[in-house]
T-cell receptor, first 113, second 114 residues
Framework: GENVEQHPSTLSVQEGDSAVIKCTYS??????FPWYKQELGKRPQLIIDIRSNVGEKKDQRIAVTLNKTAKHFSLHITETQPEDSAVYFCAVRPLGGSYIPTFGRGTSLIVHP | KAGVTQTPRYLIKTRGQQVTLSCSPISGHRSVSWYQQTPGQGLQFLFEYFSETQRNKGNFPGRFSGRQFSNSRSEMNVSTLELGDSALYLC?????????????FGSGTQLSVL
């Protein structure tokens, strides 16, 4: 099955800095890569996603980049704010088969004011 | 549109008991998936239901079961509870019939097994 590695497990930054979280996957046939944000005590929510035919996608301060050859994708958050503090999960969905996404173990991002 | 609703929010049980969790998906969503979330382990897939049929199943023992009703509401049951079953159980609904692209999660049921 799919294997998703997410790093780092914890990331501490100062307000205004950039944060980068990286995920690697094993199945080259995977075609959909979402990122979910889970604030403390809240539900995970989709914040951005990318498909395999696109190399980069941006939405205001967040962006995702995909390197299909190397089988990794990254979440970039610029000008971090305290409200960005949360656990971020990457996921990889296979093309075909069950279509069930496999999640990374999560990155706890702490933004210090 | 109301979001995904899970009940109850918290549950405390003792070993050996059984428990039933409920999930109401977003109106019009027919796919419901269940995940177990534990610290450091991310989200582990339990099973997925579509049109009252279990379409996919993760690597969990048979003590974990579920079902889906004609109105797409889903229940998950865990029998003979073990301490290791303590976790946050999340359900997610999806509008996409076969591709489960965008998942909408509920707030979860926090299960504590004593």
């Amino acid at each position: 099955g799919e294997n998703v590695e997410q790093h780092p497990s914890t990331l501490s930054v100062q307000e205004g800095d950039s944060a980068v979280i990286k995920c690697t996957y094993s199945d080259s046939a995977s075609n959909y890569f979402p990122w979910y944000k889970q604030e403390l005590g809240k539900r995970p929510q989709l914040i951005i996603d990318i498909r395999s035919n696109v190399g980069e996608k941006k939405d205001q301060r967040i962006a995702v980049t995909l390197n299909k050859t190397a089988k990794h994708f990254s979440l970039h958050i610029t000008e971090t704010q305290p409200e960005d503090s949360a656990v971020y999960f990457c996921a990889v969905r296979p093309l075909g088969g069950s279509y069930i996404p496999t999640f990374g173990r999560g990155t706890s991002l702490i933004v210090h004011p | 549109k109301a979001g995904v609703t899970q009940t109850p929010r918290y549950l405390i049980k003792t070993r050996g008991q059984q428990v039933t969790l409920s999930c109401s998906p977003i109106s019009g969503h027919r796919s419901v998936s269940w995940y177990q979330q534990t610290p450091g382990q991310g989200l582990q897939f339990l099973f997925e239901y579509f049109s009252e049929t279990q379409r996919n199943k993760g690597n969990f023992p048979g003590r974990f079961s579920g079902r889906q009703f004609s109105n797409s509401r889903s229940e998950m049951n865990v029998s003979t509870l073990e301490l290791g079953d303590s976790a946050l159980y999340l359900c997610a609904s999806s509008a996409d019939r076969a591709t489960n692209e965008k998942l909408f999660f509920g707030s979860g049921t926090q299960l504590s097994v004593l």
